[in-house]
T-cell receptor, first 118, second 115 residues
């Protein structure tokens, strides 16, 4: 159980275009989803916390107008990278939790999306 | 400043030996610590969680220790196998963010188990 599906697994886009990444919880309802970014040989950096039906909470330094997050249902959250630039090239990973997360619940991660902006 | 440090150099060991990975943290007071495995191009997979009042936790060939005085966790894989080769991440709870946990990750240590 606790499968999180992320799509696409990789995408190449031109500078200035927008890219949408989907994160789905396949066998459970996720009230909370988290979006991370990971640069090569670096740790996962939390970008935002997404709660179903409400606005996402962004971490300091993450531009909310550039990284649009929509958590429209209990099984789907999307991250849209708007007007992408080469510096946005990274590995984006989502994770989901079953319930309003207790302080020690493990995270269930998707397999990530490799974004390359040319 | 707050830091979570894992050895950035890869750990190379022979099959059958015990691998020991270290996670040190500074300026955190975590209630728990988690370990994840990450394969190249994939998302992390949860392995073990240990709470601050637990000294040791085991799961099959895995063992985790948590020393809140030293601010350190050790992750052991006994009887290691080539299939254990991956990057291992430690993560702990940073400050609560709007009531939800905020996991903060280390950079991970890559383990290579040779046959």
């Amino acid at each position: 159980g606790a499968v999180v599906s992320q799509h696409p697994s990789w995408v190449i886009c031109k500078s200035g275009t927008s890219v949408k990444i989907e994160c789905r919880s396949l066998d459970f309802q996720a009230t909370t989803m988290f979006w991370y970014r990971q640069f090569p040989k670096q740790s996962l950096m939390l970008m935002a916390t997404s709660n179903e039906g409400s606005k996402a909470t962004y971490e300091q330094g993450v531009e909310k107008d550039k990284f649009l997050i929509n958590h429209a249902s209990l099984t789907l959250s999307t991250l849209t990278v708007t007007s992408a630039h080469p510096e946005d090239s990274s590995f984006y990973i989502c994770s989901a939790t079953r319930i309003r997360q207790e302080n020690n619940s493990p995270l269930h991660f998707g397999n990530g999306t490799r974004l390359t902006v040319t | 400043s707050q830091k979570i440090e894992q050895n950035s150099e890869a750990l190379n060991i022979q099959e059958g030996k015990t691998a020991t990975l270290t996670c040190n943290y500074t300026n955190y007071s975590p209630a728990y610590l988690q370990w994840y495995r990450q394969d190249p191009g994939r998302g992390p997979v949860f392995l073990l969680l240990i709470r601050e009042n637990e000294k040791e936790k085991r799961k099959e060939r895995l063992k985790v220790t948590f020393d809140t005085t030293l601010k350190q966790s050790l992750f052991h894989i006994t009887a290691s196998q080539p299939a254990d080769s991956a990057t291992y991440l430690c993560a702990l709870d940073g400050q609560l963010n709007t009531g939800f946990q905020k996991l903060v990750f280390g950079t991970g240590t890559r383990l290579l188990v040779s046959p």
